[in-house]
């Protein structure tokens, strides 16, 4: 779906005002005999990397390789003399083209597109312009329009929502088995998360031995979870009956694979 929709104004030679509109122009008509651009669209005006192409079990670097994936659409009037329809992207106030492309006519009125699937890295991180390019048949510039993007690599990290753990345990004559889980959410997909842990301390402040503990979102009944990839991540917790009474505290966090930490939730827990 299309956001940011720009439909700048038809601009003349005589009416110079207004040609701008957010982050798309189309200049000054120059032949009204060849195609004739009214208006330029992009599927997005900003795209995060830290988003794109996020492979589980791998961390994130400037060095990734992405693909941006941007539509492209010109709107036209008068065609005359259909020549070509080209775009260019580039950094702007930079002359380097760094993709292009041809436009096509597409089944909706008098409207070119392209879907564009522009290599970049994860780091290259800018404004760039692209520019929609008219040619009459003998291959002379006859109109255009531009429109500019962002990208950024906002290096977002998990947020821990919420902790379900009971706050008191009794001790049994036989080991106890108690349920923790926690919902964890990221910008950049459930995929981004590397992993979801807490570190328990003892009554007496100590860390525990096992720590960390790994809380898992795979569904497995062994891990406690009940749905996998639905964001709530799950661990059973063994209570033998000679475990110390007292207060325990735990620390849950997340990490993502920009090895970005989430926000600490303590649980405190009374054994008795």
Not at 103 to 123: H, K, N, P, T, W
Not at 181 to 204: C, H, M, T, W, Y
Not at 221 to 228: E, F, R
Request: charged fraction near 25%; aromatic fraction near 8%; include cysteine.
């Amino acid at each position: 779906m299309f956001r940011n929709t720009v439909f700048p104004l038809l601009c003349t030679v005589i009416i110079l005002a207004g040609c701008t509109d957010n982050e798309a122009v189309v200049d000054p008509v120059l032949d009204r005999s060849t195609m004739v651009l009214t208006g330029i669209q992009l599927s997005g005006y900003v795209f995060d990397t830290d988003t794109l192409d996020v492979l589980p079990g791998r961390d994130k670097s400037d060095s990734d390789p992405i693909v941006l994936p941007l539509t492209l659409r010109v709107t036209v009037s008068d065609p005359g003399e259909v020549g070509e329809l080209r775009y260019r992207i580039r950094y702007e106030g930079r002359t380097e083209v760094l993709h292009e492309g041809a436009l096509q006519l597409s089944s909706v009125g008098d409207v070119y597109e392209a879907a564009i699937a522009f290599d970049r890295r994860r780091g290259d991180v800018g404004e760039y312009r692209i520019d929609a390019i008219a040619t009459d048949q003998s291959g002379v510039t006859a109109n255009s329009a531009h429109a500019k993007f962002r990208v950024l690599f906002g290096n977002r990290p998990p947020e821990i929502v919420t902790v379900n753990a009971p706050d008191t345990v009794d001790l049994q004559a036989e080991t106890i088995y108690i349920r923790m889980s926690a919902e964890v959410r990221d910008e950049s997909g459930l995929a981004d998360i590397k992993q979801v842990f807490f570190n328990s301390f003892l009554p007496d402040g100590r860390p525990s031995s096992g720590n960390p503990f790994t809380l898992r979102d795979d569904g497995n009944p062994g891990s406690g979870d009940d749905i996998a990839g639905d964001g709530i991540f799950s661990i059973i917790v063994q209570m033998p009956p000679a475990t110390p009474h007292g207060e325990y505290r735990f620390e849950f966090r997340a990490i993502d694979y920009s090895n970005l930490t989430s926000n600490v939730v303590i649980h405190k827990l009374i054994v008795r």
